[in-house]
């Protein structure tokens, strides 16, 4: 970096914050995740139910914006927190209505459905590999 220009400097400072970034919400949200498992399974304790309650809205919502790579950062936000609160939502009117409603199946339900929309996310964004990567084949 000793011969960079300022701007050089600058985009590998916001890269490797963004890459830190992204590493403590990754591993916020796998904390989060853990712990609504543990809610789920019946474990009882102040930070697993704390904990729980933040992967509520933020599971659903961080695969939601996963799932929208090419997006702009913004889109992506507004994605995350509107798509997070009308996933719980709707979760919350689902089991109500059928009466199943309990908060440890209220919490299994919103893992179940930040897994499902990581999966869909994973197969939407597979690149393919190999040599033709980046090429568009026409027949």
């Given at each position: ?60 919502g961080a695969a ?67 040599p033709d990567r ?6």
């Open positions: 970096m000793n011969g960079d220009t300022p701007d050089q400097r600058s985009t590998a400072v916001l890269r490797a914050s963004g890459r830190s970034a992204t590493a403590l919400v990754t591993t916020l949200l796998g904390l989060a995740a853990v712990a609504t498992a543990l809610s789920a399974a019946g474990v009882r304790s102040q930070p697993v139910a704390a904990l729980a309650l933040l992967f509520l809205p933020a599971g659903p939601l914006a996963w799932a929208l790579p090419g997006r702009d950062l913004p889109l992506r936000l507004l994605v995350a927190l509107f798509g997070g609160l009308a996933a719980d939502t709707l979760i919350a009117q689902t089991m109500l209505s059928l009466r199943w409603w309990s908060p440890r199946h209220g919490a299994l339900a919103a893992l179940l459905l930040t897994a499902a929309l990581l999966a869909v996310g994973a197969l939407g964004t597979r690149r393919p590999d190999g980046g090429r568009t084949h026409q027949p």
